[in-house]
């Protein structure tokens, strides 16, 4: 890819994002994400960590193959096993990349790597010696970079161009850096590393101080020319820049950016609400650009201004990114034709048994809710989804509760277990919800801990669709799951039999990992 006064748009959802904690995603779950992020237009999707997990070097294999378009990438630690992993991961891509790293703070060198800066300086050229074997295409980043020497830094980069890196990507890892300060390192890259005509610069930056997106775009206006983030702001700690932020302050300041990208921000709405869905995250109210709230106009001054034109209160038409209200789409009478025909405007291709099961469980949310929404629909298709990529596992067959002010709550769950064999169990607990659990944990016998719950409403109203977010805790790790129904209690019991159901297919792959498998 060649320097252009366009922005290319490199999003790590599947590898940055991967690593909020709670996260932890099939490799099904990943592929449907990678398909949504090549609707985006996303230059590069990072599967993953190739070298990390049969997991994820399964993901990003999959993703290489089956995605074509966009440049495939897994990131690999400065050492052989890491890049050797990526490449053979990366073998199916259409437009390969290997993207390596390592430290270059003296922080890092100091208490994480035990290394002195020739060693490590010559490890870097190695790891990108090693991935031209490979491939053309190699990104470079020396981590914790706005806490480097910056004449260290320099010399690193020179030397990592030279061995052959076509992106150097400056992470600010730690989100320590402000606006002017990136910007002004970004100039001084440009200004002395020599040979930095023959690399794009990139930059991954952290949002901890809650400055990834005005970084990125401060690197932007001194010479940088790849964005690295994440859709919702996804990432380690408080996450990376919000991919849809930096994209639609290009987009609505043209005249100040003068850039341009490969995006299509109507496809931001899907590609945010598929990614809060999958990750089990839902996007807070009032988040730039996405949030339920981004574009509702409350006080009384607000509404009248933008009731006599938009432009007085909006800067951008919701429309243009994908932003969906809760207009009324369906109901009681409609029929699969008319429910096929909306489903492919939301991105949804369903073969005829595809549509034939989502039509039934239409039909039953239309019996308890007269108003059916594109919202209630994609909450409709994401059921579908995961009971699709946790085939093999258990599912929910059915919930019956005895709850109240005044009676010990009892709960009577039906699963239907790997062997498709049905199993019926009772439990009490101290409410219908722990009753639903310890039922189910009779069943399953996994001794997780329940870490997390919550329940939200897919739209406004009392008959609303409840979903429900679980987390649980096994091993160390933490795995979710999500439910949607219009009883809150089976939306419980199906969250969190998803989310024992994402821990087995995880850990199996996990179980079965060892470094010789690559
Ligand atoms: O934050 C970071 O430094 C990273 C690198 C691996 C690019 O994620
Ligand atoms: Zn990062």
Same mark, same amino acid.
Request: charged share 25%; no cysteine.
């Given at each position: 890819m060649s320097k252009t006064d366009k922005v290319i748009i490199f999003d790590t959802t599947l590898r940055d994002g991967e690593q909020s904690a709670g996260a932890g995603l099939t490799v099904e779950e990943k592929l449907r994400i990678a398909h949504q992020l090549n609707k985006l237009g996303v230059? @590069? +999707?990072?599967?993953?960590?190739?070298?990390?997990?049969q997991g994820d070097f399964d993901a990003v294999k999959r993703i290489a193959n089956e995605v074509k378009g966009p440049v495939i990438t897994s990131l690999a630690r400065a050492v052989e096993a890491d890049i050797d992993a990526a490449g053979e991961a990366l073998k199916g891509a259409e437009n390969a990349r290997i993207h390596t790293f390592i430290s270059a703070s003296d922080i890092h060198l100091m208490h $994480?790597?035990?290394?002195?800066r020739e060693s490590i300086m010559d490890m870097a050229v190695k790891a990108v010696e090693r991935a031209k074997k490979y491939v053309d295409d190699v990104e470079f980043s020396p981590m914790d970079a706005t806490r480097t020497d910056p004449k260290y830094l320099y010399t690193m980069l020179e030397a990592v161009i030279n061995a052959g890196a076509t992106t150097v990507n400056i992470p600010d890892t730690v989100g320590y850096s402000n606006p002017r300060e990136f910007g002004e390192l970004i100039k001084g890259i440009k200004e002395n @590393?020599?040979? +930095?005509?023959q690399a794009v610069i990139s930059v991954h930056c952290h949002n901890d101080l809650g400055m990834a997106s005005a970084n990125s775009l401060s690197a932007i206006e001194n010479g940088a020319r790849q964005i690295e983030g994440c859709i919702n702001g996804l990432?380690?700690?408080?996450? !990376?820049?919000?991919l849809e932020e930096v994209i639609m302050a290009l987009e609505t300041r043209p005249d100040f950016y003068e850039l341009e990208t490969? +995006?299509?921000?109507?496809?931001i709405g899907n590609s945010s609400r598929m990614v809060g869905s999958i990750f089990g995250f839902p996007v807070q109210? !009032?988040?730039?650009?996405?949030? $339920?709230?981004?574009f509702r106009h409350s006080s009384g001054i607000h509404q009248d201004g933008y009731i006599k034109n938009h432009s007085t209160f909006e800067i951008m038409e919701p429309e243009s990114v994908g932003w969906r209200g809760?207009?009324? @789409? %369906?109901?009681? %009478?409609?029929?699969r034709a008319g429910l096929r025909a909306r489903l492919r405007e939301l991105g949804y291709e369903l073969n005829d048994e595809e549509l034939a099961n989502i039509f039934l469980k239409f039909k039953d949310l239309a019996d308890n809710k007269r108003e059916i929404t594109d919202m209630d629909l994609e909450a409709l298709m994401s059921e579908q989804h995961r009971i699709i990529d946790t085939n093999g596992t258990y599912h929910v067959d059915s919930v019956k509760v005895v709850c109240g002010n005044d009676v010990i709550p009892k709960a009577e769950v039906s699963l239907e277990c790997p062997n498709k064999d049905k199993q019926q169990v009772t439990s009490e607990g101290t409410g219908p919800v722990d009753a639903v659990c310890k039922a189910i944990d009779q069943v399953v016998?996994?001794?997780?801990?329940?870490t997390e719950f919550s329940v939200s409403a @897919?739209?406004?109203?009392?008959d609303s669709l409840g979903e429900v977010t679980i987390r649980i805790q096994k091993d160390g790790s933490v795995y979710s799951g999500r439910g949607s129904d219009s009883d809150i209690v089976v939306a419980s019991a199906k969250a969190y039999v998803n989310a024992i159901n994402r821990y087995l297919i995880i850990s199996e792959k996990e179980r079965n990992f060892t470094s010789e498998t690559v």
């Open positions: 230059d @590069v +999707i990072e599967a993953g960590f190739a070298g990390s997990s $994480q790597m035990r290394k002195d @590393v020599p040979n +930095i005509d990432g380690e700690r408080a996450g !990376n820049a919000a490969n +995006i299509d921000p109507k496809e109210a !009032n988040k730039a650009i996405v949030g $339920q709230n981004a809760e207009a009324l @789409v %369906l109901g009681k %009478l409609s029929g016998k996994l001794g997780a801990e329940l @897919v739209t406004e109203g009392i």
